[in-house]
């Protein structure tokens, strides 16, 4: 499985490789199916990114918005990703309401994860995948030391229990899921992913190199969190 690096130079170029992008998956998904699934992370980082392409024109009546992850906290929690994903760009646009498929985890991560897993059985390949990486290699909310949903009969998706970060009980995607996928693209800024990146590269078993779509992925890196 190919992993492709990318450095960007200067913050304006990174934001103009990832509209590219995701402008490149959306139209080859328009094309080929009519609908464009693509799944987003949370976090500082992608926030950027949603920002940009709210001011955008897209053909967004034909978007299906999916979730990488979601705390277990209620729907109107400032921490939780759908929350900062409407506030900053789903909520400007004119995608339906339907189309945007929520982790309903304010009922509990198992009782979510089974939820989330029914609904993404009606969907084959996600479009494009958007992740994160923190600075202990996990991605969505897989971490070191947790089951990642690696094998072939993982759920979509699973109910995390202890999450090393609060709060401890959340939904994220199996490795599984979010490796059935046309494109996955990982946004990776800031100085304190540099390690991270560099265990990566060198090989390291971390919950983002469980990502393998056939077709490979992507890292966006900006030079702070690029190697030196």
């Avoid at 979510?112 to 009606?122: C, F, K, N, P, V």
């Avoid at 401890?168 to 490796?179: F, K, Q």
Wanted: charged letters at 25%.
């Amino acid at each position: 499985m190919e992993t492709r690096w990318h450095v960007a130079q200067g913050d304006a170029d990174w934001l103009r490789q990832a509209v590219a992008y995701v402008q490149a998956a959306e139209k080859r998904a328009l094309r080929e199916r009519g609908a464009f699934h693509v799944v987003l992370a949370g976090g500082g980082t992608p926030r950027k990114l949603y920002e940009q392409l709210a001011q955008e024109q897209h053909d967004w009546v034909h978007w299906h918005i999916w979730f990488g992850d979601e705390r277990c906290l209620p729907p109107a929690d400032a921490e939780r990703n759908h929350r900062m994903a409407m506030e900053v760009c789903l909520a400007q646009v004119a995608i339906p309401v339907r189309n945007i498929h929520a982790i309903p985890a304010e009922k509990g991560a198992a009782a979510a994860a089974e939820i989330y897993s029914r609904a993404l059985a009606e969907v084959g390949d996600f479009d494009l995948v958007l992740l994160g990486l923190g600075e202990d290699g996990h991605t969505a909310s897989l971490f070191p030391g947790h089951d990642w949903g690696e094998a072939i009969d993982a759920p979509a998706a699973l109910a995390v229990a202890d999450a090393p970060k609060p709060p401890p009980e959340r939904v994220s995607l199996s490795a599984r899921r979010l490796s059935q996928a046309e494109a996955v693209l990982f946004l990776v800024t800031g100085a304190g992913k540099r390690e991270a990146v560099k265990a990566w590269r060198g090989g390291a078993a971390l919950p983002a190199a469980a990502i393998r779509p056939a077709n490979g992925v992507d890292v966006l890196l900006d030079a702070a969190s690029a190697l030196p």
